[in-house]
């Protein structure tokens, strides 16, 4: 029901190998039950180990064909002769030791409930232990269970020409009897006889060394006809010869018999030399390989050969993987096993639980209750009714011998548990003894038990036995428990009047002793959280003959529950036994995943489990993944009927428990599939079933996300042998699957009348057109006699069907093969492509034959084309009729008049016109959608077929508004201007202050200039007095003049210094007066430079809130468009399925597929707006990002350009006044 691992797998299955010594046979003393003395025989095994046969001493000869041998036993567990005559004729070989460890006792059967058993005594242990070793590895061979058509037409010639008459020779009368009872059909088949030289007369023999297997295939032929397989052979290329050559053989393997799922790296397609290989092998006409020729006879040996098995060996064989955890397999299962028939009234037996873990069975239900005899000993048997019972310890014996001969991994023994504590201490001790090693009573430390933690995987389980029981845990105080354990002691098991009494009130829970307090195991619904005065008052209702609704439902529930809800409390010793699976009381889905304790599980009774299955489908499947589920038939099945496991599957659910006794379709269909990964017990879910990032609804009737839809055609050509008797035969195909891929009673073949040796169908196919979940459904074809009675049947996997022309050997109810009895059929398995998508799909799968097509069918219209010559309006004409020209309009959403724009180019699929979106803000500063404009795409076609104008797409939709954008607005030039202004304010000021410093700076250069002008005159009258006092004197005026013009340079160079000085003070004191002035500029500046920006990132963030609100009104624009279109969609493709399916169920399902396929498609389509919406989002936001980081730089870029103006303006003030002497101001002051 899963896939294998990835890759090729290698297989490990081998064919039956039989030594010589079986071959040649031993002497052994054949006895049975009814014999009164032994008798000694040769037993013999084929060389190909079909049959066991065995000769006495009078040369009778008998067989047991090795598929029908269900087990083989020595030592312990043989059979041993009753003393007397029969056991002293016994005794043979050596006397010391035990005739039981020379016994080979053989259990043979076609079906679960009526084994026979036949002893074989030899002389000594190790040969009676070869013998049960070898014997029984044939009868569960695999590869010969599921051996092709040319093996089973080996095995009946083998029995043939191996029992033979006293004289060894081969009675013909065995050969017609093996294959007609019918008078008509007898002579047919002596027909066929003497087509290759046969006698038929009623005593005629033959020579077993001359009737070779190729006159027996002959003589095959002749009897079946197989003109249908003549007419494929003539099909696939020998019409006009009646051979086929190589190459068109290896056509017929590569087009007919070749998977297409298959990949073709790992599976190549089949070569020419393989084709030949074919041939040699199994063309017999001589010559004809050599020149590469197949001719009908081997062309048909070719179809019922190893290379056409329906089923590959590698899914018999173990190829799924087995490390995942117990919680991801579905784990095949019993219900009360130890039943051979009637819940009510049927015989208990410790050979079932043989039969049925020899059947592949993992998970066994043993019903425990007090022993009654002296010896106390525990039983099994079904409480409160008149089956039988058989002792516990026997059928723990029986396990431990049977548990793991077919299968080696673990086995779950599920106890129905109501035994007082002193019986449960001896069921432990019983188990431990007993199993020994093989028990598992303490958890595996690298999977602890612990929450959160997954259940161990079935390869670290390996021939281990599990104990499902109730675990006793200590969270309890004596009080509580004392009562429970009193009550328990009274739940022996009743006899006589009381257990009549039981069965006469029809299973009701009024007389059941339950704890209040106990860890109950199943699923009781709506009954879950009474009370103990719930339950008195309920009972005191039932004896006054008052029966409420919830007292109603109550005992409608029990009864189908039976006594699965009436368990004692769980023993000590018994406890200590469970592990990994500790049965609890389901409460619901959220409590449970809450708790995350895989080792955690519950059964459900079928009812319960079907309505929790309707109500939460999804939350089921997921509770699987986690833990383990038991899913058991209602009590009221008192006829051991079975439920469908399908159901349950489909929810994961991995112990689905069946009736092993009843071989009904439920039974059929479980055998069938655990048939598969080497009859382990064990079959691994599939992925969507066991990963938690997955979601699986079991209702689902569209596509399963991850999986590949298929499509099977199944055409029934003929059968062959289906019967010894002339009957009237028909075949029916069913599926079973999710409900939407299961398909029953629909398909059924035409009644062939009075034919069971080869009838010919030849219907049309039968065709499963969409197989939802292919990885789960199971396909069985069925062979029914015309009043019903099945003549066998087959289910096989629809993952692991072989297309191609197959023959399929059938089953018998106990999924045990027949022998010659065969469908030939043909099947075809794809991908599923919808009716819509076919021309596509064809075209991908043979591009080069489509684009032929195309080009064929473009040449063919060129006849239409225009001229060359054609004027323009003539060929626009023509495009427009041509249509897909689309005229693309300019909404603006502030109600301004709609413009045409011109005629837009023809698109085509995918191609989008460009969306423009411009989102502004009004010169008042308004940050409102005014003024918006969208440009509608044209019509796009999107990948479902739908046309829709998309306006998301358009790449400036995320274009973002500049900030010099945003500098236009009112607030922001709303405060500059009040910045500005006040600038301009200080620069009259200062101005003012310039004019005053000037003023006063030109009054003290006058008052040093008149004060230097004043000691210039002083100093030339002192010097001209000086001059004339030398004259009077008669001094030299020399002298003195030259002593004047000293004093005077003096008197200049202090009058230069002193006005150098004034210039500098001055100078410094401009400076700083304009240094003030700078800071004080800068300083406004700095006091509106925060406000300006936090104005500009309001502006910016009203902005970009609206861009992403626009953003979102677009995409409901475009989900609105897009729901109508699909609408109307919808609404046409109903009308469109009502005119073309008149069957009303298929309708129907194709209707809710159609209307489900709808609903998935708009969320689809939906989702892809969103993911588009979510696409323009995220990308706008790094954009809108983008553009607050670079307002944020500019911000800060501003603050440090005007720090370093006001710098720069400093620095150049200061070197222009460094070295001046004082120039006029006007002509250095800087502004």
Known sequence: MAGAKPGVHVVQLRPIIVPECLIKGNKFIKWEESSATGVPVT?????????????????????????????????????????????????????????????????????????????????????AKLWCDELLLYAYNLLAANGNVLTFLEKAHTKITHVLDVNGRIPVKNIVKMFATHRDDKKRVEKALESINIQTGKHETIDPNTFSFDMFFHFYRQLVGRTEVDKVFDESGAKKKPILTVDQFWQFLNKEQRDPRLNEILYPHCTLSMAQEYISKYETKVGMADKGHVTQEGFLKFLMGEENNVVAPELLDLSQEMTHPLAHYFINSSHNTYLTGHQLTGKSSVEMYRQVLLSGCRCIELDCWDGRNTDEEPIITHGYTMCTEIYFKEVIEAIAESAFKISDYPVILSFENHCSPKQQARMATHCRNIFGDLLLTEPLDSYPIELGEALPPPCSLMRKIIVKNKKKHFHHNKAQREPVSKQNSTTKYEGGEEKERRRNSSLSPENSVESPDQDNNEFIGPIEEESDTDHSEYDSDEEEGVKTEKGVKTEKYREEKGTAGREAEAGLEMSELVNYIQPVHFHSFDTSEKKQKSYEISSFVETQATSLLKENPVEFVNYNKRQLSRIYPRGTRVDSSNFLPQIFWNAGCQMVALNFQTLDLAMQLNQGIFEYNNRSGYILKPDFMRRNDRRFDPFAESTVDGIVAGTVYVKVISGQMLSDKKINTYVEVDMYGLPTDTVRKKYKTKTVMNNGINPVYDEDPFIFKKVVLPNLAVIRFAVYEENGKMLGHRVLTVQGLRPGYRHIPLRNEFNLPLNLQTLFVHICVKDFVPDDMELLAAALINPIAYLSELDRHTKQLAIFELDEGSNDEEKEEVVKSNGNASSPTKVVTNSSPVKKEPTAKRISGSDHQQVSTKISINSEGSTGREGVTIHQMTSINSENGLQFKCKLNDPSIIEPTSIEKLKTLKPYLKITAKRDKELETLNRKNEKARQNLKEIHELQEERLMISQVKAKDTMEKSHAKSVKKALRRGTSVDEAETSNRLQYGKLVQEHNYKHKELKQTQGELFVDMCKDQFKAELDIHLKYHSPIYDTLKMLLDINH????????????????????????????????????????NELSRTKREAQTKHIKMVVNEIEKLKEILNSKQEELAPILGRVKQELEREKEEMRKCLQEQYEEKCRRLTEQFRDVGFAKESENTPL
Request: net charge neutral; proline share 2%; with cysteine.
């Open 43 to 127: 037993l013999k095994v084929d060389p190909k180990g079909y049959i066991l046969f065995w000769k006495d001493q009078n040369k009778e000869m008998e067989s047991l064909d090795m598929s029908l041998i269900r087990d083989t036993r020595t030592g312990k567990y043989a059979k041993v002769p009753k003393e007397g005559k029969l056991k002293d004729t016994c005794m043979i070989g050596q006397s010391d030791v035990p005739v039981e460890d020379k016994t080979v006792t053989v259990a043979y059967g076609s079906e679960m409930t009526g084994i026979s058993f036949i002893n074989f005594v030899c002389s000594s242990r190790d040969t």
């Open 1105 to 1144: 809130k609206n861009h992403m609100e626009q953003i979102i009104e677009t995409f409901e624009m475009d989900s609105d468009e897009l729901k109508k279109e699909m609408e109307t969609r919808s609404k046409l493709e109903m009308k469109r399925l009502a005119k073309t399916i008149k069957d009303k």
